[in-house]
Structures are given as C-alpha cells and as structure tokens.
C-alpha cells in the first residue's frame, strides 16, 4: 500500500499537491535541541552572530552546527541565527533604560522628589 500517494506508509516530505508537510512535534523538538547545543557551543565561545562570524562558529563548533543544520530546515537555521542576535540587542536595550530610569529616580529623589 505505500505506492499510493494517500497511503499512511508515504515517508516523503512533500504534500500531495507538491507542498511541503510541516515537521511534527518529534521533528521540531530534535531541531530545538539540536539550536540549544549549538547555542551553548556558540555562549561558551564568545561568539554571539553565527551568521556574521559564519567562519568562526563553525571552526570552533563544527559538531553542534553540523548536528543544527541536519535537524532543522534552512529557513529554521536562518531565522534561529538571527533571533539570538535579535533577542541579546533586545536585551541589552531593556537593560539600559532600566539603567538609565533607576539612574533619573535617584537623581529626582536627590533634589527631594518623593513617589506617591
């Protein structure tokens, strides 16, 4: 039965009208995990854009990225890479408003400006 298109015992990655069948949850977590090692690798390295630093990350992580790379489509790969960058610049940015505002208050308090 695994020579109809409609049959249960169809391996292929792509839909009946030629689409790509989305990754099911086993699939989606091997690529989480395989992102969460080579994350480590790249934290462990003082690497933080695997993208910019292609030449580095894999020198240094060959193993996570290669491991990475098979676990999760391109688009994956690519939109992960660029996620971490984003979410640090986010970080950092919450880190210094939060800085800068605890900074006015005690300057505020200083002159004796008091919350309600």
């Given at each position: ?8 015992e169809?391996k292929t990655?792509?839909?009946?009208d030629?689409?790509?069948i989305?990754p ?8 989480w ?21 292609d030449k580095?990350?894999?020198r ?7 491991e990475?790379?098979?676990a999760?489509?391109r688009?994956?790969?690519?939109y ?37």
């Amino acid at each position: 039965m695994g020579w109809l298109p409609w049959s249960s015992e169809s391996k292929t990655n792509t839909a009946s009208d030629g689409g790509r069948i989305a990754p099911d949850r086993s699939s989606r977590q091997k690529c989480w995990e395989g992102r969460d090692m080579f994350f480590s690798c790249l934290d462990n390295n003082n690497i933080l854009d695997a993208i910019k630093d292609d030449k580095e990350a894999r020198r240094k992580c060959g193993k996570e990225i290669a491991e990475f790379e098979t676990a999760c489509s391109r688009a994956w790969v690519k939109y992960f890479k660029e996620k971490r960058v984003m979410e640090y610049n986010r970080d950092k940015t919450i880190e210094r408003i939060k800085n800068e505002d605890a900074a006015k208050v005690q300057d505020l308090k200083s002159q004796g400006w008091a919350p309600r």
